[in-house]
């Protein structure tokens, strides 16, 4: 497991740039061109498991769903930040991408530090240390474990005989 780690202000064409906004839709295209203006290494290198960590207003921008798309893809387990932008927060999570607001976490974290997120416990661990933010609510973490909004409630309504 590795952290990537950004600053503040990372927006979405930071993450995809949007001159592929139109060529590439599916996540399969879309992973290798993640934060290739920002952090070459990052789609080459990045693996599930892995945690992005970043300052405040991440994910400003635009509203192209390809930034979260791919975070998904790579698998990565949450985005830890100061803050984030309202339109990819929402974005992050129709597609079951964890994001988790905790500036005290971000400022705590030095280069090389051990880090987990526990979304469903409200902790997250850095370098031994313990920091607690909101426990996410139930439905964003049955949203993540289904792959996303469209496929839970695809799920909600066969479990309600719907069709």
Known sequence: MKVWKYDDNINT???FPGK???TCSTAEEIRPHLLEDLDPD???QA?????VMAGDNFGCGSSREQPTVGLKAVGIKA???RSFARIFYRSAINQGLILVECPEAVDAYSDGDAVDVDPEGGVITVA???FRFPKLP???IAIR???GLLAYVRKELARKGAR
């Open 128 to 130: 031994g240390k313990e």
């Open 20 to 22: 592929y906004t139109y």
């Open 79 to 81: 985005v830890v930040a």
């Open 13 to 15: 064409d930071m993450l």
């Open 138 to 140: 139930p439905q964003i």
């Open 145 to 147: 474990d289904a792959g």
């Open 42 to 44: 990052f789609a080459k």
């Open 47 to 51: 693996q599930a498991g892995d945690i």
